[in-house]
């Protein structure tokens, strides 16, 4: 069973650049995107951005200016770096493995799982 | 850009009643859509995946139906451990939530 777990610095301050990385463990690397998510204090969800085995990434286009994600297929880990943060950036950011499956090129379906435990990030000076 | 639009952004409901959350495409997404639950202090976990399968380990009495643009996450008889905030997601868009709470 696939396990993700993650780690970072989780206080920073305004104009600091984000670090977190992500690990998995028992199953599978390739085949999959691998994501990242936040969620603000007692908000919604938002996808940041994700990446695959070969590195090809897709970001939100509303944080692509700041987002970086990379991937270290020798260690079975993803990272995730947001830079210029601000308060707003304050969340819980997760970690999940996407399933997409695909027809003709066209992704039919595609849903989140497993997510990993999730690490608090508090911005403040 | 997809929007999810879900409905009610509470729901109250007593144990052992069915619960009926709706999730709104603002532009068609065949069957393409997933339901999530979470509990406070946990990551969110996945329900149902293409508008109406079970994920491992899922108990019956939840179930997923609709296609295009109207879903539909019922629980047919609530337990204990069902009250929490659920979520649709289509591709990178997730609704904003629907607060499941006792009666």
């Known amino acids: 069973q696939v396990q993700l777990q993650q780690w970072g610095a989780g206080l920073l301050k305004p104009s600091e650049t984000l670090s977190l990385t992500c690990a998995v463990y028992g199953g599978s690397f390739s085949g999959y995107y691998w994501s990242w998510i936040r969620q603000p204090p007692g908000k919604g969800l938002e996808w940041i951005g994700e990446?695959?085995?070969?590195?090809?990434?897709n970001y939100n286009p509303s944080l692509k200016s700041r987002v970086t994600i990379s991937v270290d297929t020798s260690k079975n880990q993803f990272s995730l770096k947001l830079s210029s943060v601000t308060a707003a950036d304050t969340a819980v950011y997760y970690c999940?493995?996407?399933?997409?499956?695909?027809?003709?090129?066209?992704?039919?379906?595609?849903?989140?799982?497993?997510w990993g435990q999730g690490t608090l990030v508090t911005v403040s000076s | 850009e997809i929007v999810m639009t879900q409905s009610p952004a509470t729901l109250s409901v007593s144990p052992g009643e069915r619960a009926t959350l709706s999730c709104r495409a603002s532009q068609s997404v065949s069957s393409n859509l997933a339901w999530y639950q979470q509990k406070p202090g946990q990551a969110p976990r996945l329900l149902i995946y293409?508008?109406?399968t079970r994920a491992t380990g899922i108990p019956a009495r939840f179930s997923g139906s609709g296609s295009g643009t109207e879903f539909t996450l019922t629980i047919s008889s609530l337990q204990s451990e069902d009250f929490a905030v659920y979520y649709c997601?289509?591709?990178?868009?997730f609704g904003q939530g629907t607060k499941v709470e006792i009666k």
């Open positions: 990446i695959n085995h070969s590195g090809s990434t």
């Open positions: 999940a493995r996407r399933w997409r499956i695909t027809i003709f090129g066209v992704v039919t379906q595609n849903w989140f799982d497993p």
């Open positions: 293409g508008a109406s």
């Open positions: 997601q289509q591709s990178g868009a």
